[in-house]
C-alpha cells in the first residue's frame, strides 16, 4: 500500500500500472456528532477503514474527501454540507483523473449516511460511461456486528449517531477527541414518516446526540471496525477479479 498524498507521482504511477491497480478513497463528512464527538467523526472512521482496505490489498490509498451532503444535520453549526450533485461530481471527476492516471479500479469508501445517493450516481455514471472500474462500501459487516455488540438501544432502527456505537469506534481510533465529561443521552419523539421523508435532525435533539454513548467502549469500537473491514475485503473480491480480467484484456488487445 502507498499513500497518494505522500508519495511522489511516479511511485503512484508505478504502482497503478502493476498488479490490479486500485485505488481507494475514503469521502467522508464534516457533520455534527454531539458535544463530545469531534465534527470530522465521518471522516476519520472512513479513513481507516479506507487505509486497512489499502493494506489488504496494497492499492494505493487516496487523501479522504472531508465534506459531504450531510443536509439532514445543517440545523446544527459547524456542520458544513455539499449538494448531492456536487458529491456526484467530485467523485466522477476523481474516478476520471485516475482512469487517466492509469488506474484499473476505484473503490469508494462511504463514512456518511447522506452520501449514499450521490455516490451510488457517481458509481453508475464511471460504469455506464466505461470510464472505471468502481464501487461504493457503505461498510459491510458493520450493521451485523452493532447488533451483536450494542447494549443500549438505538434512537431509531438503524440510526446509529454520536450514541454507543460512533463513540465506542472513536474511543478506538482517537480517544483524545472523545470528551467523556459531556456525554448526554438523548431519545426523541421522530414523526411516523421518520426515515422515509427528509428531514433535519436538529428539531429532534437539541445535542445532537441519538441514543445513549454511555456504554461506549474502545472494545466494542475495534470489534467493530475490524468486522467491516473484514467484510468489506470480501466484498471486493469479484470486484478484483474484474479489474484484473479488464486490464489483461486491455493488455492483450494493445499487443495484438
Known sequence: MIEAVRTPWTDVAAHLAGGHGIAVLPFGALEQHGPHLPLGTDTIT????????????????????????????????????????????????????????????????????????????????????????TITLDYPGMDDAITMLRDSHPAAPGLNHAEEIETSIMLQLTPEDVRQDRYVSCYPNFPTDFGTTPMQLHRFSESGVFGDPASASAAKGAAILDATVTASVAVLDDFIATVRASRQGVQTRSTA
Do not use: E
Open 46 to 133: 472512513a479513513a481507516y477503514v479506507a487505509r486497512q482496505i489499502a493494506t489488504r490489498l496494497d492499492a494505493v490509498l487516496l487523501p479522504p474527501v472531508h465534506y459531504g451532503d450531510t443536509w439532514n444535520n445543517a440545523g446544527y453549526p459547524g456542520t458544513l454540507s455539499l449538494a448531492p450533485s456536487t458529491v456526484t461530481a467530485i467523485a466522477v471527476d476523481l474516478g476520471r483523473a485516475l482512469a487517466a492516471s492509469g488506474a484499473g479500479g476505484l473503490v469508494i469508501v462511504n463514512g456518511d449516511w447522506g452520501n449514499r445517493q450521490p455516490l451510488y450516481s457517481a458509481t453508475r455514471t464511471l460504469l455506464d460511461s466505461g470510464a472505471l472500474n
